[in-house]
C-alpha cells in the first residue's frame, strides 16, 4: 500500500468515528490546524504533579515521607485500574486473567522491595519530629488501599474473625463495614468508641466504600475465578498468579510495611510506640492477628494454620 492510499484509509477509518458520535469530520480536522503539539510536560501533567509536596515542618526528611506515600498512592491507583480489568472483562480468558494478577503482583513487589527508601532513607530524629504533625493522619487513611480489598475478595474475608460467624452474603453493607478487621484499630477495645481517626475517615469515604462494597459483590478476582469453568479453575499457572497475589499482599508486603514502622514507632523494642492516628498498630497490621486472606480456598490446612507467622 502506497502513502497515498494508506491516507485514505486512515481518513476513512476517522470518517467513520466521528459518523459513530454524529461528528462532522470537516469539523475535527480543522481543530487540528489549531492544536499545539504534545510535549512531554503537558502530556505527563509534570509541574502540577511536582506542586503537590507541601511540608509541615523545615524538617528535610519529612519531604522523603510526603513524596513516598504519594508514589504509592499513584501505585495503588495502577493497581485499582488492572483489578477493574479483569472484573470487567466479559468471558475472560486464563491467560489474560494470569496476565493481568502478575502485574499487580509486581506493584505490589515494587511496593514491598521500597520500603527501604523509607526505612533507610530517613533519619530516626528528623521522623520522631516531624510526625507529630502528622497527627491525627496515618496511613491507615488510604481509601484506595481499602477499594483493593474489596475489589479482591468476598467481604467476608475481610470481617473481623471474631465476627465471621454472624455475616454472610445477605448482610448489609453498612454491618459489614462496621465490622471489617481494619475496624478494630480505630475503636477502643473496651468501650467501642470511634476513634477521631477512623470518624474522619469514614466521613470522608463511607458511601464510597459502601458503593464499592456493592459494586464488587459479584465481579471481585475471587468471584470472577470461581466464574470461570471448572477446569480453567484448575489452570496451574492462573491458580500460582491467585496465590502469589494472596502471599504477595496479606503477608510479604505488610510484614517489610510493620517491619519499617517498628523501626521508627517501637523504638525502645517494648512494642509500647504509638502510632500517629493512635491505632494498636501491630495487631492491626501483623497478618497473623486479623488473617487477611483472599482466597482461604486455595491454600492448604496447614498453611492457613500458620498463615503469617514468621519463619
Not at 532513607?121 to 487513611?141: C, D, H, I, W
Not at 465476627?163 to 459489614?176: G, K, L, V, W
Request: with cysteine.
Amino acid at each position: 500500500m502506497n502513502n497515498i492510499d494508506s491516507s485514505e484509509a486512515i481518513l476513512k477509518e476517522i470518517e467513520i468515528k466521528y459518523q459513530a458520535i454524529n461528528q462532522k469530520t470537516e469539523t475535527q480536522l480543522e481543530g487540528l490546524l489549531w492544536s499545539k503539539p504534545i510535549t512531554y510536560w503537558d502530556y505527563i501533567q509534570t509541574d502540577a504533579l511536582l506542586s503537590l509536596q507541601v511540608q509541615r515542618t523545615t524538617l528535610p526528611d519529612e519531604m522523603v515521607f510526603i513524596m513516598y506515600h504519594q508514589v504509592n498512592e499513584l501505585i495503588f491507583k495502577m493497581i485499582l485500574w488492572e483489578m477493574r480489568q479483569i472484573s470487567y472483562c466479559e468471558n475472560i480468558q486464563t491467560d489474560f486473567f494470569t496476565e493481568r494478577l502478575m502485574r499487580i503482583s509486581r506493584y505490589f513487589d515494587m511496593l514491598t522491595t521500597s520500603f527501604s527508601i523509607m526505612g533507610d532513607g530517613m533519619e530516626v530524629n528528623q521522623y520522631m519530629k516531624f510526625r507529630n504533625t502528622l497527627t491525627p493522619a496515618s496511613g491507615f487513611q488510604s481509601a484506595q488501599y481499602r477499594l483493593i480489598e474489596f475489589s479482591s475478595t468476598d467481604l467476608i474475608n475481610l470481617i473481623d474473625h471474631r465476627y465471621r460467624d454472624s455475616i454472610d452474603r445477605n448482610t448489609p453493607y453498612e454491618f459489614a463495614l462496621e465490622h471489617l478487621y481494619w475496624q478494630a484499630a480505630g475503636k477502643d477495645y473496651h468501650t467501642g468508641k470511634k476513634s477521631f481517626l477512623l470518624e474522619e475517615f469514614e466521613r470522608e469515604y463511607k458511601k464510597m466504600f459502601l458503593n464499592h462494597m456493592e459494586e464488587y459483590n459479584t465481579i471481585n478476582i475471587w468471584q470472577k475465578f470461581k466464574q470461570l469453568p471448572d477446569l480453567d479453575q484448575k489452570n496451574p499457572e492462573l491458580i500460582l498468579a491467585m496465590r502469589h497475589y494472596d502471599h504477595t499482599v496479606n503477608i510479604t508486603w505488610v510484614m517489610q510495611h510493620l517491619n519499617t514502622a517498628k523501626k521508627y514507632i517501637d523504638q525502645s523494642g517494648k512494642g509500647d510506640g504509638e502510632a500517629t492516628g493512635g491505632s494498636d498498630w501491630k495487631k492491626y497490621m501483623h497478618p497473623k492477628y486479623q488473617r487477611r486472606i483472599f482466597f482461604p480456598e486455595l491454600w492448604s490446612a496447614e498453611e492457613l494454620a500458620h498463615w503469617g507467622e514468621e519463619k
